[in-house]
């Protein structure tokens, strides 16, 4: 597998690196300004590239939180 961490809040980014060949991007809000919007946004960025997975890091072990960011799971 062969991956890649975004820090960055645009969301095009995502589809530039997906379109790269990369196994999976890795969007993290946890230790980035990266909001819910911002989030939702770059997993529609990486879906446009084709075949690259996204994974999501949560600010907080909190439910709602998980649960937001898993009801877009549908979109990947």
């Known amino acids: 597998m062969f991956g890649t ?4 809040r645009d969301y095009r980014i995502c589809e530039m690196i997906g379109s790269l060949g990369f196994d999976y991007i ?3 809000m946890e230790h980035t300004p ?3 919007h911002t989030a939702k946004q770059h997993l529609i960025g990486a879906k446009a590239a ?7 890091r949560v600010t907080w072990n909190d439910i709602p939180s998980i649960k937001r960011v898993l009801k877009w799971a549908p979109m990947q």
Not at 5 to 8: A, P
Not at 50 to 56: F, I, R, T
């Open 26 to 28: 890795w969007i993290d």
């Open 34 to 36: 990266t909001d819910f």
């Open 5 to 8: 961490h975004i820090c960055l």
């Open 50 to 56: 084709g075949n690259c997975a996204s994974v999501v």
